[in-house]
């Protein structure tokens, strides 16, 4: 099993920076790709970014050029950032990490972290 938990969220204006920390646990090693998804009131979860084992990564069109993810690897636990920049109010919210794990692909998420975006 995996453990996740993301840190980070809060209110930041139109145009400024926020960055998101993602902490996975437990059996790390089984992890194939982690992502970053959002879920706005009335709207379906999306992919926001992901990073793949070795490094590769992957945006959604919308946030292209303005977000940043990053991953890094420690003995015991699994830290993954999203750095956002230019911030839209259609940005607003919650965002949720994703570890897919194992040869199942089951997916673990965090409990979401709240941000919003103020115009």
């Known amino acids: 099993q995996v453990q996740v938990v993301e840190s980070g969220g809060g209110l930041v204006q139109a145009g400024g920076s926020l960055r998101l920390s993602c902490a996975a646990s437990?059996?790390?090693?089984?992890?194939?790709?982690m992502g970053w998804y959002r879920q706005a009131p009335g709207k379906q979860r999306e992919l926001v970014a992901r990073?793949?084992?070795?490094?590769?990564?992957?945006?959604a069109d919308s946030v292209k050029g303005r977000f940043t993810i990053s991953r890094d690897n420690a003995k015991n636990t699994v830290s993954m950032y999203l750095q956002m920049s230019s911030r839209r109010p259609e940005d607003t919210a919650v965002y949720y990490c994703?570890?897919?794990?194992?040869?199942?692909?089951?997916?673990?998420w965090g409990q979401g972290t709240q941000v919003t975006v103020s115009s």
């Open positions: 994703n570890a897919n794990v194992g040869i199942n692909r089951r997916g673990y």
């Open positions: 437990g059996s790390i090693l089984s992890i194939n790709f």
């Open positions: 990073v793949i084992r070795g490094g590769t990564t992957d945006y």
